[in-house]
């Protein structure tokens, strides 16, 4: 009898070992939220994934989008989730960002998520002019902004967004006093010619640049880009300092075991490997840069930090 009751022990005690994956694998659904709105080429990114995580998982994989507040009102929404990955968020470095321009924000953007892997990564972004711009290189853009301070303008897609953070990095290392003119679609200003200036991630920029509408005078990777023949880099300009990091990442909220953020990481590793976002990659020409959940960790904090000390420099708040 007591051998018995040992075995049965025995059973109950491996089984409980793997209730957490268990309890994990139990949602059919798995639904990613996007902080941006459909049609973006983010959101086309994400849902091209989603395809490929459905078929690496064996699961229904959907995308949700709740755009607004810069990305803070989706990623509060996961913050605030489930944590038995049922609940993802496909966000970008305004995550990082987001918690250098907001001291009150509704999440914690390190404590309350559990990194699942750095998906992607772009070359970074491009310094764009009009097409017709006097300036046909960077040199000459400079020279004229040190000639007439507080007269040439930049465009952006809003106050604290990337595309803001990046022109007042390059103000700053450049020594150049710019307006900023935040617009929820500065891309038609630019080729209006009624904004000087405007910073795009290089996959949005180059379709512009390829149809002649507008010109890059330099882009912000740490290497040229061979998309964009004879642009120079920032840095091998001297500017070491104009960069915000472009990638993209999936994010869990806190909580989740460390062996299930580890499957859901093979889980992204194959995913990346099917066509749908095989095909997306040749679109956006980002490149797959997959971080195991700990590099993800580290290199998000890195970023936090950051930009809780650099932003402040810079003047720029949210509002």
């Known amino acids: 009898m007591l051998k018995g009751l040992t075995s049965t022990i025995a059973r109950i005690a491996i089984a409980a070992a ?4 268990m309890a994990w694998a139990q949602p059919d659904l798995v639904r990613i939220i996007v902080p941006l709105g459909a049609g973006h080429p983010f959101d086309t990114a ?24 810069g990305g803070r009102i989706a990623t509060a929404d996961v913050a605030k989730a489930k944590a038995d990955g049922s609940v993802l968020l496909f966000t970008t470095a305004g995550h990082a960002t987001n918690a250098g321009l907001y ?19 772009s070359s970074g972004f491009a310094l764009l002019v009009p097409a017709n711009s006097p300036y046909r290189t960077i040199q000459e853009l400079i020279a004229a902004a040190k000639a007439q301070p ?32 935040p617009h929820q679609n500065p891309v038609n200003d630019l080729i209006g010619g009624h904004i000087n200036m405007l910073f795009m991630g290089a996959s949005t920029a180059l379709p ?27 840095r091998e300009l001297g500017y070491n300092d104009v960069d915000v990091p472009a990638w993209s990442g999936l994010l869990a909220p806190a909580g989740l075991p460390a062996d299930q953020a580890q499957a859901l990481f093979s ?37 936090v930090v950051r930009f809780r000390k650099v932003l402040p420099e810079l003047g720029i708040k949210g509002n």
């Open 18 to 21: 793997f209730l957490p994956s």
């Open 46 to 69: 994400a849902r091209a994934l989603a395809e490929g995580l459905a078929k690496s998982s064996g699961k229904t994989v959907i995308v949700e989008n709740k755009p607004g507040a």
């Open 103 to 121: 001291s009150n924000l509704p999440y914690d953007p390190i404590k309350d998520f559990t990194p699942i892997s750095v998906v992607s990564k």
């Open 150 to 181: 507080d007269t040439l303008n930049y465009g952006s897609f809003g106050n604290g967004n990337t595309t803001h953070v990046v022109a007042a990095m390059f103000a700053r290392a450049a020594n150049l006093k710019l307006i900023h003119v």
């Open 208 to 234: 512009l640049v390829s149809d002649g509408r507008v010109r890059a005078l330099a882009i912000s990777s740490e290497a040229r880009d061979p998309e964009f023949p004879g642009v120079p880099t920032f």
């Open 267 to 303: 889980q992204v590793k194959e995913a990346v490997k099917q066509p749908a976002y095989q095909n997306n990659l040749k679109i956006t020409k980002a490149t797959v840069v997959l971080s195991s959940p700990e590099e993800y960790r580290k290199s998000l904090e890195a970023d």
